[in-house]
């Protein structure tokens, strides 16, 4: 008897096929002590399995390229780590096998990451992975990871690690399902990266048999268990029509009266580039410019080496937009350079533009690099700053961009609902805004977007949200300025007709949501995507307004 199960799309698409568990996680190993005179040679074996992983990830992550080769290096940093290396040492010098005091200490650096932040908080499933290959590898067992099959699947976890979900074989998994997770965990991003259909925050996904045939729409977060052959046939025809409508479309984004929306790509660097050009992107919305200095915690690249990665972005664009997010530091993303060590709560503390502005040289030197990169480039350059709060903050970050000779367009993320509430002041100082609806939903809904658990409060469909978005978007039109669009939220292809009749002027998203968007909003004129906003605005839930767009769209 068919069944329906809603989690949270991630990853357009449509995959139908039998469920395949991921591969058991490492037991706990035995506590068992072991004489002193051993102690030396379990820490050597404790180190070589630490580095074998740790090379493994590497090379993970130079097959897989891209975000995915960001992402697995950190992992590969995690391995590593000097001061969780030395907990390991500790608990071996008194008397714990090597794969014991790699479980504890592991455990014990896990509830520090649990308690540090969103960020940190979210990369709990990246800790476990390594623990667990570190430890079978001790223990000379099988990785735990993707299941070995001859025929597709549709995979199922309690959580993917960035390791398993960066080599996925697209001809093999089919799609894939997960019990944790959110909207902007690492495995959502390489999932869109990767074009798999994947729903994760999906509760009681463990529970579903191995073997059961079951059908994932990546799009509305549903996942349909023994499908009839009817739905079946229904979920292909639409998958069908999708893929027809992305052959179809190509050109520049519009609605289907010419109305102008450009569609931009979300950039981690100069990897992530040839997937954004390939996907006919016409320009950057978003580019994260923190994987440069993530590289290295303990201090920041050097202003040649900001120079050589920001140019090969801008070059990449002749003519085109590129968005350039200073560096976004501290909560999510600490930097021990920078952030603050013993902050209560470090998403409500000094990070982003605070973090910029309390340490001036770091700012100066960005800024420094950016113009030099932009110099005889044709490229439109656009700066912004994230986490604003006001008009105080919008004006320290344009005098500092002036003080640094840049010429650009110097623009505020809008992330904190002060910044939504009062745009109109903040676009006194500034030349545009860029909506990070990740960040602002979760501020507006005070639910941390890596768990599962409020993901609901996560969805960008929550009227309150869409509220914020026409709060920023009229702001803007009144001061003749732009406003987009770079969080998640615009990969949305529905959502993105609704940003469209909310006055949202561009649209920035991960480079394989481009042909999905633009195929969409080439179907609608731009009074049916107004009529849509104004429908998804008059509900009170997430469910509804995304029903009640889509009778507006569908001409119900």
């Not at 989690?7 to 591969?23: D, P, Q």
């Not at 001790?138 to 976890?157: I, K, R």
């Not at 520049?252 to 010419?258: R, V």
């Not at 904190?416 to 805004?433: C, D, T």
Request: proline fraction near 6%.
């Amino acid at each position: 008897m068919e069944t329906t199960l809603r989690g949270v799309g991630v990853s357009h698409g449509v995959a139908i096929g039998e469920v395949r568990h991921m591969g058991t996680a490492v037991l706990e190993p035995p506590a068992k002590q072991i004489p002193a005179e051993e102690a030396e040679r379990e820490q050597g074996r404790a180190r070589q399995a630490v580095d074998a992983v740790a090379a493994d990830l590497m090379a993970r992550g130079n097959l897989a390229g891209g975000e995915a080769q960001a992402v697995l290096e950190a992992q590969a940093m995690m391995a590593q780590d000097p001061e969780l290396m030395a907990d390991v040492d500790r608990r071996i010098a008194v008397g714990s096998t090597a794969e014991r005091a790699v479980y504890d200490a592991f455990a014990a650096y896990r509830e520090l990451l649990a308690n540090a932040g969103e960020y940190l908080a979210g990369r709990v499933a990246d800790l476990d992975d390594v623990r667990n290959r570190i430890v079978a590898r001790l223990l000379g067992v099988p990785m735990p990871g993707v299941p070995d099959s001859d025929e597709p699947y549709v995979l199922v976890a309690r959580d993917l690690a960035p390791a398993d979900t960066a080599l996925l074989d697209p001809t093999l998994v089919l799609g894939f399902v997960t019990e944790e997770g959110g909207p902007t965990s690492h495995s959502a991003i390489l999932a869109r990266a990767l074009g798999v259909p994947a729903v994760v925050a999906l509760p009681g996904a463990g529970e579903l048999a191995e073997g059961t045939v079951i059908a994932v729409d990546g799009s509305t977060g549903e996942v349909f268990v023994d499908p009839t052959e009817e739905k079946k046939a229904q979920l292909e025809a639409a998958a069908a029509a999708r893929k027809a409508a992305l052959s179809a479309s190509t050109g520049p984004g519009a609605t289907a009266d010419g109305h102008k929306v450009p569609l931009l790509a979300n950039v981690g660097g100069p990897a992530d580039v040839p997937a954004a050009v390939e996907a006919g992107a016409e320009g950057v919305g978003l580019f994260r410019t923190e994987f440069l200095f993530l590289d290295d915690s303990k201090q920041a690249p050097s202003e040649e080496k900001q120079i050589t990665a920001y140019r090969q972005v801008l070059e990449a664009f002749p003519e085109g937009r590129v968005v350039v997010r200073v560096l976004d530091a501290g909560a999510d993303k600490p930097l021990d350079f920078l952030t603050p060590a013993d902050e209560p709560n470090p998403a409500l503390g000094v990070r982003g533009l605070r973090t910029l502005l309390d340490h001036p040289d770091v700012l100066r030197t960005q800024l420094s690099a950016l113009a030099k990169a932009a110099e005889d480039l044709p490229v439109y350059l656009e700066v912004m700053a994230p986490m604003v709060a006001d008009r105080a903050d919008a004006k320290a970050f344009a005098d500092a961009c002036r003080a640094a000779g840049l010429r650009a367009k110097f623009g505020a993320m809008v992330e904190i609902p002060s910044a939504a509430l009062r745009a109109r002041s903040i676009l006194q100082e500034v030349e545009f805004l860029s909506l990070g609806t990740n960040d602002l939903a979760q501020y507006t809904f005070a639910a941390d977007r890596q768990v599962g658990a409020v993901s609901r409060l996560q969805d960008p469909w929550q009227p309150a949200l869409l509220d914020l978005v026409a709060l920023s978007a009229e702001a803007a039109k009144a001061e003749g300025k732009s406003c987009g669009v770079c969080g998640e939220a615009a990969a949305d292809p529905l959502l993105a007709c609704v940003l469209t009749g909310l006055g949202v002027t561009s649209l920035s998203m991960g480079s394989a949501s481009i042909p999905y968007v633009r195929a969409t909003l080439a179907k609608y004129t731009l009074a049916q995507c107004e009529r849509a906003a104004a429908a998804a605005r008059a509900t009170d839930s997430a469910e509804d307004a995304r029903a009640a767009a889509q009778a507006v769209l569908s001409g119900e």
